[in-house]
């Protein structure tokens, strides 16, 4: 009964292979040329008062293309992702699938019973039981109350509140709660599933508890379209993809090209960083500048994975210092240090002298967010602390290879068959 | 693997009964019941609370109209018809006061699942009628006890309550679909609404209206309905409805402005009800 091919989520994206839902799957929804316009009053007319007493001021409005010709097609059986950062419309689009908003333009078809999930735990209400607010939220979410019913017991179970099932919800912690929703939302089990970032709430073991319910939802030939910004999602859950940017499709296919796109639209451009950035004081240096630069020497924020990390820095001795030492090292966004080196100056710096930092650094960072701190100090204060460290920079590395661990090393390590002795 | 593949339809889109009636009329039992059972479990005297309000407006007001202005003295039976008015227009009141924040405070819901908006104000007239039937049983013990004798035309009081449940409706979906553009409609609806309550007949008998006033009166559609409700169920000997009015003719302003009510409600609340999730 096992299938081979899906061992269990720790194989890696790279490695889960085989999922991919047939190509000539029916197609179950049909998005075409959608527009949506939010028209946002220059001033607002609140009140009825204000209409009648200026019934001739004609309403200015400010439109707000949300979505512009959006087209796309999800077969039965797909897991798609809408990627897209805040205030792209990803959101507006899922809502418009979900009949919750009515495009201006363009035509949506679905094929079988919808059921959205924008947020968990729709409607409960803190004054019912569980038991009261499963039935409730089961039929918000488009069941029958019939279906609501049947399937309580389920829900109830599912979400291991034991002997609370009959307390009322407002007595209940949060974690309960989420519990109860999520066990909600599994249950409805909808043709297709439309699907808004719920997993950004909850801990790591409640997130994987939605990852294995989305994989068993997969593999019983269910539909399910997520909305995120969270470019891991998509690699590790989707089939396919498309990229959302200011209410434009901008990529639509493959998850890792998707995931390139985004980290390219997001991370790429050069952004002029001097505003209010001032140089640190402190005891020994100041930073004066810090950059990463490309290969063509020109400024960067942010580093693609694999490619070198060129850094440039420029201090100003506020001291004397003989044989000053640079400590150089980077962080992650835990606060671990990833690597470090040390570097010695043979020369007397006085107070007003610049010195450069420059060099390329290998680069084998995961993508994530890291930052560089560097400390000078005299060659005689080996391992006092007392003097402060100066952040140069802080970076991104983007990219979409794993994020296990900290850093990715190449290796030749492959798995053979071998000749076994019994056979 | 997999079940047959449904056809593929468009999406309905956001509207008042988006989802199909049955789905409709599902959301609109779990929603009232599960109100009906917060107001009455949901604290310790329960359902005393909501008799409570209208039996002390009632011992209020009974002081006030028997005792200072003597006008219910000449009117028979006053006490039973004031507590019988006072418990039908607390629902016409309560119901469309709930109303109007109704949306707004089902935010998450409109915002948040595909959800026919007709339901949410239906939701709260039905909670209110839950409340009215309830009060309704007190009220013919009240009836019973103070000796007014059972009329065949009590077994038309359902028509009644029909009518007064649909202009209810109707004002219901009204202010509940424009307050989430004109958040002043709830200011204008507490003062319209009392303005209401004293242009209907529920603390004085309509004969005692002086004529030039009467013909206000006769204007508001719910007038012929305590009317008709005090004459079918109290008093038979109180004038008719027509009677009250002038002539049959007189009657068909109000009958056009119940009309008028209904259908504007459907317009605005059809108008309303796609765009409703974006104003919030």
């Known amino acids: 009964m096992a299938n081979p091919t899906i061992l269990d989520d720790d194989i890696g994206p790279e490695l889960a292979v085989g999922r991919r839902p047939a190509a000539d799957a029916p197609v179950v929804i049909d998005v075409r040329n959608v527009h949506k316009v939010f028209r946002i009053p220059e001033q607002r007319i609140d009140t009825l008062k204000e209409r009648v007493t200026h019934p001739l001021s004609r309403l200015s409005y400010r439109e707000l293309a949300a979505l512009k010709d959006i087209s796309f097609d999800v077969r039965q059986g797909e897991f798609f992702g809408i990627a897209g950062r805040n205030g792209s419309g990803k959101s507006t689009l899922l809502k418009i699938m979900a009949s919750i908003y009515r495009q201006d333009a363009g035509r949506v078809r679905m094929a079988g019973r919808v059921a959205p999930f924008i947020e968990l735990g729709v409607g409960f209400n803190p004054e019912l039981t569980a038991r009261e607010n499963c039935v409730l939220n089961g039929v918000l979410m488009g069941l029958t109350l019939r279906e609501a019913r049947r399937r309580l017991e389920a829900v109830l179970d599912f979400a291991e509140l034991g002997e609370f099932v009959d307390l009322k919800l407002k007595n209940y912690s949060s974690g309960m709660m989420v519990r109860l929703a999520f066990a909600v939302m599994v249950q409805a089990d909808a043709d297709i599933m439309l699907i808004d970032e719920v997993l950004a709430v909850g801990d790591a073991a409640f997130a994987q508890k939605c990852n294995d319910v989305f994989h068993a939802r997969r593999a019983a030939g269910k539909t399910v379209v997520l909305v995120t910004h969270d470019m ?100 992650n966004v835990d606060g671990l240090i990833v690597f470090g080196f040390t570097r010695t100056l043979d020369a007397r710096l006085v107070p007003g002298l610049r010195v450069r930092l420059a060099g390329e650094i290998e680069n084998r960072l995961v993508p994530g967010r890291y930052h560089i701190d560097c400390w000078i100090r005299h060659h005689r204060e080996r391992g006092d602390l007392a003097v402060q460290g100066l952040r140069l920079r802080d970076f991104v590395v983007y990219g979409t290879g794993s994020r296990r661990g900290v850093v990715s090393l190449s290796n030749s390590v492959m798995p053979a068959l071998e000749e076994s002795p019994g056979r | 693997m997999s079940a047959p593949v449904p056809e593929l339809r468009d999406v309905p889109g956001p509207s008042a009964l988006g989802g199909g009636w049955r789905r409709s009329a599902e959301l609109l039992y779990v929603i009232a019941v599960n109100d009906f059972k917060k107001t009455y479990f949901g604290t310790a005297l329960g359902y005393l609370w909501s008799l409570a309000r209208p039996l002390m407006l009632f011992g209020v007001l009974l002081a006030v109209f028997t005792q200072v202005f003597r006008v219910g003295s000449e009117v028979p039976h006053y006490p039973v018809l004031l507590l019988f008015n006072i418990v039908l227009f607390g629902f016409f009141q309560e119901a469309t006061v709930m109303a109007v924040h109704s949306i707004v405070s089902q935010e998450a819901v409109v915002r948040k699942t595909q959800f026919p908006r007709l339901v949410i104000p239906l939701a709260v007239v039905l909670t209110a009628f839950f409340n009215l039937v309830l009060n309704l049983v007190v009220v013919f013990i009240f009836v019973l006890a103070f000796g007014v004798t059972p009329l065949w035309t009590w077994l038309l009081f359902p028509v009644i309550l029909v009518l007064l449940v649909t202009i209810t409706t109707a004002v219901s979906m009204i202010v509940a679909s424009l307050y989430p553009r004109f958040r002043d409609v709830s200011i204008i609806w507490m003062v319209f609404s009392t303005v209401l309550f004293y242009a209907t007949p529920v603390l004085y008998p309509v004969e005692r209206v002086p004529q030039t006033l009467r013909d206000i009166i006769m204007l508001n559609p719910l007038a012929p309905l305590f009317i008709l409700a005090r004459k079918w169920i109290i008093d038979p000997g109180a004038p008719s409805p027509s009677a009250a009015a002038g002539s049959s003719l007189d009657l068909l302003a109000p009958i056009a402005l119940f009309a008028a009510t209904c259908l504007f409600a459907v317009w605005i609340f059809r108008r309303e009800a796609p765009r409703i999730a974006e104003q919030l």
């Open chain 1, 232 to 331: 891991t999602t998509v690699q590790e859950l989707c089939d396919r993809a498309m990229l959302v940017h200011d209410g434009e499709l901008v990529y639509i296919g493959d998850t890792e090209q998707t995931a390139m796109e985004y980290y390219r639209l997001n991370f790429a451009p050069v952004r002029s960083e001097e505003d209010g950035k001032e140089a640190v004081a402190t005891v020994n240096a100041r930073l004066i500048e810090a950059n990463l630069r490309d290969e063509a020497g020109q400024a960067i924020e942010n580093v693609e994975e694999g490619v070198p990390i060129l850094l440039d820095a420029l201090f100003e001795a506020a001291r004397e210092i003989d044989n000053p030492i640079f400590v150089v090292q980077v962080l």
